[in-house]
Structure formats: structure tokens, C-alpha cells
């Protein structure tokens, strides 16, 4: 007989043992329950923290969302984690570390399953349903960046009938689409660790570099959107990826825009 051990804590010490001498992970701050691990990583950074401080938590009170939103937390199931960096660039361009790490989130998720693409900005989706959210919040002294908080919230182990009824055909656990249970510790390492490889690539050779990589990975180009941002809503085809991130539409009267904030919708009801 197999008995269910039901949801585990973190194995955290594993965790820490493979990053330890990363760059991104070498100080990992574990907790069980927070308001927001943006919010308690903002507060570690105001203090000094040094860049690569990563800090996870079992469950939020408070998680945030893109656009004002709420992240639902359930405990012991997925993955919620946020990393201070302090990257040497213009406030005006901070928005293109959540891009980077969207290339980095669907890497990630590819090593379970192959269809995971990113959806603009920098959600992770497969089969249309959102699997990863990231939510970068920055720290400015004039217009340089004095730090950056990269929030990931990923959905592991989260079945079907655990989310909320208005969520169900919307989000999807990684596990769901794998078709079984997936590691913490694993992901978690095989994120952190495209995190890097892709956040040093940005910092070499700039956004240049990692354009290419983001639109090699999007699930929309080609297809014919409608983005809502505020008051304001434009529809045309997903072109692809600007030279600063904003997203390129083709609208009907063949003109070109440029979309930097808003939320993407498919025609047929894909969001
Ligand atoms: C989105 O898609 O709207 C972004 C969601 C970001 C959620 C993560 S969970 C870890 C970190 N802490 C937060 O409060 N939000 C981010």
C-alpha cells in the first residue's frame, strides 16, 4: 500500500547546498509564512543584502500580482521566490530584467515539459494557461537602479481542483502538464541557475542579446491580439520584441505599436 505523505516542507538545506557557490542563491533566506517574499526581500536589500540573496516562503499572506493583482499562495505546493539584484543599468530599462527572467522561467519548466513558452511580458504558459508569473519591482537613486526585486511565482504542484473556480481554465500546475509530482529543490535549482546564465548575458552583452532568446520562446507572435492597459485598448498582430522590450504589434491599417504595459488577450479568449 502507498500512503500520500501529504505536502512536505522544502528540503531548504539541499537547496542552499547546490547553490552555494552560485552567484544567483549563495544566500538563501527561508520562511514558512510572509505577506510578500517581494516585500521581505525589499526590506533585506534596504539593509545591504548583496545581489544573488534569494527569499523563498512556504505561503504569502499579501502575494502580488502584475496590474494590482493578487498572487494566491497555497502552502507546500509551489514555488514562490524573490532575488535582489543589483544590476548597473537606467531606471528606464529595469522592466527588461523581467523579460530576461522569463526566458530564464520557461527554460526552466522546458526540463519538464517541452511546450512551456512565454507569453508578453513574462508569463510562462502552456497549453494557453499560465503556469509562472513574475513581478520586478525596483529601488531608483536618480535614474540608475539601486536595486531590483525579481519576484517568481510558479505553479508546481498545484492540481485543477486546488485552484479557485475563476482560475481554472486559466492556470495551469507544471505538474499537471508534466503528469507527475514535480521537485521543489530541483525546479527551484534549475531556475536559479537559467536565472544566471541569462542575467549574465544581459549584463555582458545587453538586451540585444536576449531578445532573440525571449522571441525564440513566445507563444504570440503571428497571432492577432487585444492589450487593455488602464483605459486604453489596441489590437493588431504580435510582431515580435522592440530593441527595448516593448512589445510590436501590426495593426489593421499596417501601422507599427508599441505596447510597454497592459495585458495581452488572445482572440478566442486566450489571456
Ligand atoms: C503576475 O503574473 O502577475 C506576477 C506574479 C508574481 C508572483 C510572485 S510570487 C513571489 C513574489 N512575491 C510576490 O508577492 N509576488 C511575486
Keep these: 500500500m502507498t500512503v500520500d505523505p501529504g505536502p512536505a516542507a522544502l528540503h531548504i538545506d539541499a537547496l542552499r547546498r547546490a547553490r552555494a557557490s552560485a552567484r544567483i542563491g549563495h544566500t538563501i533566506l527561508y520562511f514558512d509564512s510572509v505577506d510578500s517574499t517581494?516585500?521581505?526581500?525589499?526590506?533585506?536589500a534596504m539593509d545591504g543584502a548583496a545581489e544573488g540573496t534569494v527569499v523563498i516562503a512556504?505561503?504569502?499572506t499579501q502575494g502580488r500580482?502584475?496590474?494590482g493583482?493578487?498572487?494566491i499562495s497555497p502552502p507546500f505546493r509551489n514555488l514562490y521566490l524573490s532575488v535582489v539584484l543589483r544590476p548597473p543599468i537606467a531606471t528606464a530599462v529595469a522592466p527588461q530584467i523581467g523579460l530576461v527572467a522569463g526566458v530564464a522561467a520557461v527554460d526552466a519548466a522546458r526540463e519538464w515539459v517541452s511546450q512551456a513558452a512565454v507569453?508578453?511580458?513574462n508569463d510562462v504558459v502552456i497549453d494557453r494557461r499560465k503556469v509562472a508569473g513574475i513581478l520586478t519591482e525596483m529601488d531608483a537613486d536618480g535614474d540608475r537602479v539601486r536595486f531590483a526585486i525579481l519576484g517568481i511565482g510558479v505553479n508546481l504542484n498545484t492540481t485543477a481542483e486546488d485552484?479557485?473556480?475563476d482560475l481554472r481554465d486559466k492556470a495551469i500546475g507544471l505538474c499537471t502538464?508534466?503528469?507527475r509530482p514535480i521537485d521543489r529543490v530541483e525546479f527551484a535549482d534549475h531556475l536559479l541557475s537559467r536565472l544566471e546564465e541569462h542575467y549574465d548575458l544581459f549584463l555582458r552583452e545587453g538586451f540585444a542579446a536576449i531578445r532573440p532568446l525571449w522571441e525564440s520562446r513566445a507563444s504570440l507572435i503571428g497571432r492577432h491580439v487585444r492589450i487593455d492597459a488602464h483605459t486604453q485598448r489596441v489590437e493588431g498582430v504580435v510582431a515580435g520584441l522592440a530593441a527595448d522590450g516593448a512589445l510590436l504589434l501590426r495593426a489593421a491599417d499596417g501601422n507599427e505599436v508599441r505596447v510597454v504595459v497592459g495585458d495581452v488577450t488572445v482572440d478566442g479568449g486566450y489571456r
Design 177 to 179: 502538464a508534466a503528469g
Design 163 to 165: 485552484f479557485p473556480d
Design 58 to 60: 512556504e505561503t504569502q
Design 69 to 71: 493583482r493578487t498572487w
Design 65 to 67: 500580482g502584475r496590474l
Design 38 to 44: 517581494n516585500t521581505v526581500a525589499q526590506r533585506f
Design 119 to 121: 507569453k508578453w511580458p
